[in-house]
């Protein structure tokens, strides 16, 4: 049977679910058939759109059980990370959506506050969940409001040290508050059964609580037995509690423990939801799940259960997209060549081995490869530590996450000038992942750390040449960006003038079109179509493009009209900083910087948000016509006659 017909057959539960409150009314059986509805579902529609089929797969009877136990939205659901809240959403009213998952119009991949009352952190970003449920629990304290609070960490977030930061002052506030640990990432043997419940129930009763405390008074004040006896009995307690579940990782953070629990057990989970519901503080319900649970080529995918593919083949879970050389294999295939010739070239990855290419260098050199978690902010400090040790790191992460380490970049590695490298995956618009995870400001962020150098390669040759001339560098930091997807045809220069690459000229010099990084091809477009108006545009590929090169503000001054495109936001951009430089300069030609609006940019194919912002060959064609032919109609200033004399 199909994975269509199995959710065309079977699924007449799933269809009468439009809230919380109808799952809450079924049986025992009902949850069973509804979990495979779930998953026929999630496999059926994802393998379309593409999206986070995985993680969703592994927490079906979790999130059940949650919603079950809880009443969402007055009681608050937060996921961490978000990207596990598929189900969730489901469940809530929104399966008419996932047809459009990801795309212009659908459903967000990730919590959406404008999609339901049910979503409220919709950031993305891993171990945020428990610093907001610690706020939200505290402040529902002070107000008095009788409001759960359930935070599901999981898939990796554990390893971001905010989570052990939250954790620190959860367990001092003391608050009511439920951490649901998402644990698809070790190979527990849980130890379920009735002594086990027996001793969570008992750990997470107040009238034991209250027994422990009165002993604890009563034998501290007794002479010289008092206290050792107190400390024996307990550590007996301990003892006991251990055998049954050895893995109990949390017990000195002085927040309650549940588990391991079957995270696939929907009674299990649920009697440990409501345990830790009625407990009157912070509760940790350690769930063991399996991610891909129940689909077959998820299970059996070794790299990451069918993480978060593109469309996909709902039979066979191979991806349905014709292979081609994507920027991230060009990284990764040019990282092990220096590698190769580099013994004190390392990399680290923050949870990103796979999708950011440092796996390819794993594969080869595995002792030279740190996967540090989901840690952006340890992974630049240990970076410089690292080159303090005399080595060269290459840091690699996705653009967006980097701004979580700005003030390591900034004091811990620029301060110091060493030479750590990072590499930013999916820099600029990337589309189907939304606001979050669009990598548009770090040429803004970075480009005020001082001795930081910035690099955004146009295709695989400039690419590969700028990675080495980044790893060369030995004073201070550098930062080498690129798009995702489909790596550029390359372009070659006709000429280059100190770093910067001359790739279209004309006889006329009208204008000067700055195009950063993958929009070097959008130049070259742009300049063909001004052309055709009778004006004359030359196209650069500035290549490094921080600090903004003295040869770049030379080449201004000899053009009439100066325009920069970028794929990053303008304020604080690379169009900005070139202004600035030609001020300092006293270039007085005028300057069109055009890029990202700052904002939260909607979710979408990166052509489709591009085409919102303008940034198109045929938009930006027409802005520049529009803005030359109007200095056409201004009178010549006296500094502009002199230098068109100048050069003439």
């Given at each position: 049977?199909?994975?269509?017909?199995?959710?065309?057959?079977?699924?007449?539960?799933?269809?009468?679910?439009?809230?919380?409150?109808?799952?809450?009314?079924?049986?025992?059986?009902?949850?069973?058939?509804?979990?495979?509805?779930?998953?026929?579902?999630?496999?059926?529609?994802?393998?379309?759109t593409?999206?986070?089929?995985?993680?969703?797969?592994?927490?079906?009877?979790?999130?059940?059980?949650m919603?079950?136990?809880?009443?969402?939205?007055?009681?608050?659901?937060?996921?961490?990370?978000?990207?596990?809240?598929?189900?969730?959403k489901?469940?809530?009213?929104?399966?008419?959506?996932?047809?459009?998952?990801?795309?212009?119009?659908?459903?967000?991949?990730?919590?959406?506050?404008?999609?339901?009352?049910?979503?409220?952190?919709?950031?993305?970003?891993?171990?945020?969940?428990?610093?907001?449920?610690?706020?939200?629990?505290?402040?529902?304290?002070?107000?008095?409001?009788?409001?759960?609070?359930?935070?599901?960490?999981?898939?990796?977030?554990?390893?971001?040290?905010?989570?052990?930061?939250?954790?620190?002052?959860?367990?001092t506030?003391?608050?009511?508050?439920?951490?649901?640990?998402?644990?698809?990432?070790?190979?527990?043997?849980?130890?379920?059964?009735?002594?086990?419940?027996?001793?969570?129930?008992?750990?997470?009763?107040?009238?034991?609580?209250?027994?422990?405390?009165?002993?604890?008074?009563?034998?501290?004040?007794?002479?010289?037995?008092?206290?050792?006896?107190?400390?024996?009995?307990?550590?007996?307690?301990?003892?006991?509690?251990?055998?049954?579940?050895?893995?109990?990782?949390?017990?000195?953070?002085?927040?309650?423990?549940?588990?391991p629990?079957?995270?696939h057990?929907?009674?299990?989970?649920?009697?440990?939801?409501?345990?830790?519901?009625?407990?009157?503080?912070?509760?940790?319900?350690h769930?063991?799940?399996?991610?891909?649970?129940?689909?077959?080529?998820?299970?059996?995918?070794?790299?990451?259960?069918?993480h978060?593919?593109?469309?996909?083949?709902?039979?066979?879970?191979?991806?349905?997209?014709?292979?081609?050389?994507?920027?991230?294999?060009?990284?990764?295939?040019?990282?092990?060549?220096?590698?190769?010739?580099?013994?004190?070239?390392?990399?680290?990855?923050?949870?990103?081995?796979?999708?950011?290419?440092?796996?390819?260098?794993?594969?080869?050199?595995?002792?030279?490869?740190?996967?540090?978690?989901?840690?952006?902010?340890?992974?630049?400090?240990?970076?410089?530590?690292?080159?303090?040790?005399?080595?060269?790191?290459?840091?690699?992460?996705?653009?967006?996450?980097?701004?979580?380490?700005?003030?390591?970049?900034?004091?811990?590695?620029?301060?110091?000038?060493?030479?750590?490298?990072?590499?930013?995956?999916?820099?600029?618009?990337?589309?189907?992942?939304?606001?979050?995870?669009?990598?548009?400001?770090?040429?803004?962020?970075?480009?005020?750390?001082?001795?930081?150098?910035?690099?955004?390669?146009?295709?695989?040759?400039?690419?590969?040449?700028?990675?080495?001339?980044?790893?060369?560098?030995?004073?201070?930091?550098?930062?080498?960006?690129?798009?995702?997807?489909?790596?550029?045809?390359?372009?070659?220069?006709?000429?280059?003038?100190?770093?910067?690459?001359?790739?279209?000229?004309?006889?006329?010099?009208?204008?000067?079109?700055?195009?950063?990084?993958?929009?070097?091809?959008?130049?070259?477009?742009?300049?063909?179509?001004v052309?055709e108006?009778?004006?004359?545009?030359?196209?650069?590929?500035?290549?490094?493009?921080?600090?903004?090169?003295?040869?770049?503000?030379?080449?201004?001054?000899?053009?009439?009209?100066?325009v920069t495109?970028?794929?990053?936001?303008?304020?604080?951009?690379?169009?900005?900083?070139?202004?600035?430089?030609?001020r300092?300069?006293?270039?007085?030609?005028?300057?069109?910087?055009?890029?990202?609006?700052a904002?939260?940019?909607?979710?979408?194919?990166?052509?489709?948000?591009?085409?919102?912002?303008?940034?198109?060959?045929?938009?930006?064609?027409?802005?520049?016509?529009?803005?030359?032919?109007?200095?056409?109609?201004?009178?010549?200033?006296?500094?502009?006659?002199?230098?068109?004399?100048?050069?003439?």
């Open positions: 049977m199909s994975v269509e017909e199995g959710t065309a057959n079977h699924g007449r539960l799933l269809g009468s679910v439009r809230g919380p409150q109808d799952v809450k009314r079924m049986t025992a059986e009902q949850l069973d058939i509804l979990a495979a509805e779930i998953r026929d579902f999630l496999i059926a529609k994802v393998s379309r593409g999206g986070h089929v995985g993680p969703n797969l592994g927490v079906v009877e979790l999130t059940l059980a919603h079950r136990v809880f009443d969402s939205p007055r009681d608050r659901l937060l996921f961490d990370t978000g990207h596990q809240a598929y189900v969730h489901i469940i809530t009213g929104r399966q008419d959506g996932f047809d459009k998952l990801r795309q212009r119009g659908g459903l967000s991949g990730y919590p959406n506050q404008a999609e339901s009352e049910h979503d409220l952190v919709e950031n993305s970003h891993a171990s945020t969940a428990l610093s907001y449920a610690d706020g939200l629990a505290k402040a529902y304290a002070l107000r008095g409001e009788k409001r759960a609070v359930v935070a599901v960490v999981g898939d990796g977030a554990l390893t971001g040290g905010m989570c052990w930061e939250a954790l620190n002052n959860i367990a506030a003391g608050n009511p508050l439920v951490i649901v640990v998402n644990d698809n990432g070790r190979s527990y043997s849980p130890t379920i059964g009735g002594l086990a419940d027996h001793l969570s129930s008992l750990r997470l009763n107040p009238g034991y609580e209250k027994v422990l405390d009165t002993v604890k008074d009563a034998l501290g004040n007794t002479p010289f037995v008092g206290k050792p006896m107190y400390e024996v009995l307990h550590a007996v307690k301990k003892g006991i509690k251990d055998a049954v579940a050895p893995q109990a990782m949390f017990e000195d953070l002085g927040i309650k423990y549940v588990g629990v079957d995270g057990d929907v009674p299990a989970v649920e009697t440990a939801l409501r345990a830790a519901k009625n407990f009157g503080g912070p509760v940790i319900v769930a063991v799940t399996r991610k891909g649970y129940g689909y077959r080529p998820a299970e059996e995918d070794e790299a990451d259960c069918l978060g593919p593109g469309a996909f083949d709902a039979e066979t879970g191979k991806l349905l997209a014709v292979p081609s050389v994507k920027w991230t294999n060009v990284f990764a295939d040019e990282l092990v060549a220096i590698a190769d010739e580099r013994p004190d070239v390392v990399g680290i990855t923050a949870a990103m081995a796979e999708p950011t290419g440092i796996a390819t260098l794993a594969r080869k050199y595995p002792e030279r490869v740190y996967d540090v978690g989901i840690a952006e902010q340890h992974a630049a400090t240990s970076a410089a530590g690292l080159a303090m040790g005399g080595l060269h790191p290459v840091v690699a992460v996705y653009a967006t996450f980097l701004n979580r380490a700005f003030d390591q970049v900034l004091l811990d590695v620029a301060m110091h000038r060493l030479p750590v490298t990072f590499v930013l995956d999916r820099a600029g618009i990337t589309g189907p992942d939304g606001p979050s995870h669009y990598g548009i400001w770090d040429m803004s962020v970075f480009g005020v750390v001082p001795g930081l150098r910035i690099a955004a390669p146009r295709d695989s040759a400039t690419l590969r040449e700028e990675l080495r001339e980044a790893v060369a560098v030995d004073d201070g930091p550098t930062i080498l960006r690129f798009p995702t997807g489909t790596v550029a045809a390359d372009l070659p220069a006709l000429r280059r003038v100190g770093p910067v690459d001359v790739l279209a000229e004309s006889a006329r010099t009208d204008v000067l079109l700055v195009a950063v990084g993958s929009f070097a091809g959008l130049g070259m477009e742009v300049a063909t179509r052309a108006q009778g004006y004359g545009v030359t196209v650069v590929d500035p290549r490094w493009v921080r600090p903004v090169p003295a040869e770049l503000v030379e080449l201004a001054a000899g053009h009439r009209l100066v495109v970028e794929d990053g936001v303008r304020v604080g951009g690379v169009g900005s900083a070139l202004a600035q430089a030609m300092d300069a006293d270039v007085r030609v005028p300057v069109k910087d055009l890029g990202v609006p904002g939260w940019h909607p979710h979408g194919t990166r052509a489709q948000i591009l085409a919102d912002l303008g940034l198109t060959a045929q938009d930006v064609a027409r802005d520049v016509t529009g803005w030359i032919s109007g200095l056409d109609a201004q009178p010549v200033e006296p500094h502009q006659a002199d230098q068109a004399a100048a050069k003439n």
